[in-house]
Structure formats: structure tokens, C-alpha cells
């Protein structure tokens, strides 16, 4: 099954690759700044985002994720009406699939500019480095194949956009990922990155004074192949405690779980319940984060930069 496994991605990178490039996380909702470089600086404290994904558990040569994300607000004031605060990110992606892996390096920039007390537009930017390639050392064959046993890196321009509309109790965002669209000069004559969209959304239902809803839903739209969409609805808990559940068309049912362990660390686990065909080698996900925010809490249980 592992060489398999290898094969297929092997075959799939070698040519024109018509599918999903980017890593797929379950816990977007949660963090943002990893999804949207529009969201760097966007609340009025330094925010420090980390998970660890690891998908298809039991299986020979599944994919290992994680990232480690710092979000801040720059220094700013504001002269007249809608002029902008600003923010900065650094993001840090790694992400290994059997042989094969690919690191993520950027630096983020974005505009928030506040039309009413309650609503705000943020558009914002990510460039960095990728890299991509190949360690022949964690695949094995029969018999020698120099094709397989050559080890290839690849170090890339990478950059992404992003944008953001919110008011009080809903938010929607567009990014657009792979901009520079950078080819695989060792991989084939036409395997590049290709340009990745992502549209989401949510909004918020107060149920009573300590329970709230917030339903999320993520359209992930790759240059070939089918719309992947990722439905969820979390119940939290005076900000303190949150559970719900998910789907994801292409494969899996999601369930959440979190808890703030104090005023600035939250910790959240999620788990998918594999529904598809490779149910029969691995039943399931599972990605844990951690959280460090700034922005403490007051008496009354509200943050005093909250999201909405």
C-alpha cells in the first residue's frame, strides 16, 4: 500500500497536475490568519496561531501538516474617515505526503479600513519562498529505478491575496492562493502551481446569555477537479468551551472540541470520521492546536478586540 501510495503522487506531480495543491486543515474557523492573509493585524493584539495535522492515521506514507503563525497590529492613527489600520503576519507551513514535501515561508501585510463601528473591509497580501521536492530516501522499489532514486528540491516565489467584509455577527472572505502560478522546471514540461480560491463565510446566533452559534461554511475551488466544501456548526460557551461537528464533501464527518485554558491559551482537537473509499485503510484524522491571544477577556466575558 505505501508503494502505492507513492506511485500515485508520483504520477500525479510528473505530469500536469489537475487537483488539490494546498494543504487541507480542518480547523479553519479557528484560524483564519492561516486561511486569509487579510486577517494579519486584525485585532488590536498579538495572536499566535500552531497546529499539527495528521491525516489519514494508518496509513502508510499519510500526510503530515502544521503550521506555526504569528498575527500583530502595527502602529497607526487614523487621520479621516476610513483610513486604514495595518497589520503584519509571519506564517510558517510545512506539509509531507510519503516522499515528497513542501515548506511555506511568508510574510503578510494587510489594510483594515472600519466603515461603521461594526463593519470593516481588510484586504491583504502574502509573499514568501515554497519549497518542493522529493527525499528519495523515504521510498523503496523492488528493484533500482535511478528515476525514483534521484532526490529533487525546488525553491519558489510564492504569493497569495486575500480580502474580508465583517459586521457584528457575520464575516465572508475570498483568497486567492498561488498567484504567481511557479513552475516544476525539474518535474515535467508543464507541472506548475496553479491559482487556488477559497469563498467562506459565517455568522453567529446568540441561543441564551451563554450559548452561541457559529455556523461556517468553506468553498475550496482548485483549477481542475471538484469543488471540495466544508460545512460546521460550533456551540461556544461564554468563550471559554466549544464543541460542534462538520462535513466535508469529498470525505469526512468532523467533530470539534476546545477549551480556553486561560485568559490567553485555548487549545482545540478535531477529528474526522473518514467516509470515503480510503475509509478501508484509514478511518480517520486528527489535528490539535494551540492558541495565544493578547486580547484578555474583561468581567462580562466579552474580548476587548473581539472578532465580529
Known amino acids: ?51 499539527v495535522r495528521m491525516q489519514w492515521v494508518g496509513f502508510d506514507g499519510a500526510p503530515k501538516s502544521g503550521f506555526f503563525n504569528l498575527s500583530l497590529p502595527l502602529p497607526s492613527k487614523r487621520t479621516h474617515f476610513l483610513s486604514a489600520r495595518h497589520g503584519f503576519g509571519i506564517r510558517f507551513e510545512a506539509d509531507q505526503i510519503g516522499p515528497y514535501f513542501t515548506n511555506r515561508y511568508g510574510i503578510a501585510y494587510a489594510a483594515h479600513f472600519n466603515f461603521s463601528q461594526t463593519t470593516r473591509l481588510s484586504l491583504g497580501i502574502n509573499v ?30 510564492d504569493a497569495s491575496f486575500g480580502a474580508w467584509w465583517n459586521g457584528e455577527n457575520y464575516y465572508v472572505g475570498l483568497v486567492m492562493n498561488n498567484l504567481l502560478r511557479s513552475r516544476w522546471e525539474d518535474f515535467g514540461t508543464d ?24 455556523p461556517a461554511a468553506l468553498l475550496k475551488i482548485p483549477p481542475y477537479g471538484p469543488v471540495a466544501i466544508d460545512i460546521q456548526g460550533m456551540f461556544d460557551f461564554q468563550k471559554r468551551m466549544n464543541f460542534g ?64
Not at 249 to 273: E, W
Open 1 to 51: 500500500m505505501k508503494k502505492s501510495l507513492y506511485f500515485i503522487f508520483f504520477m500525479l506531480v510528473s505530469g500536469s497536475l489537475k487537483s488539490q495543491q494546498l494543504t487541507q486543515y480542518s480547523q479553519w474557523s479557528t484560524n483564519h490568519f492561516a486561511l486569509n492573509p487579510a486577517h494579519a493585524g486584525i485585532k488590536n493584539c498579538l495572536e499566535v496561531h500552531s497546529l
Open 128 to 157: 514568501g519562498m515554497v519549497q518542493f521536492g522529493y527525499d528519495a530516501s523515504k521510498s523503496t522499489t523492488i528493484l533500482p529505478d535511478p528515476t525514483i532514486s534521484k532526490e529533487l528540491s525546488l525553491t519558489l516565489p
Open 191 to 214: 507541472s506548475r502551481f496553479r491559482i487556488h480560491t477559497y469563498l467562506y463565510g459565517g455568522t453567529r446566533f446568540k441561543l441564551s446569555d451563554k450559548i452561541t452559534l457559529l
Open 245 to 308: 461537528v462538520g462535513w466535508r464533501n469529498t470525505d469526512a464527518v468532523i467533530l470539534f472540541a476546545g477549551v480556553k485554558v486561560n485568559p490567553r491559551f485555548t487549545v482545540n482537537y478535531s477529528a474526522d470520521i473518514v467516509m470515503s473509499a480510503i475509509n478501508n485503510q484509514a478511518r480517520s484524522s486528527h489535528e490539535i492546536s494551540l492558541i495565544f491571544s493578547g486580547c484578555v477577556p474583561e468581567n462580562t466575558g466579552t474580548l476587548k478586540c473581539p472578532l465580529f
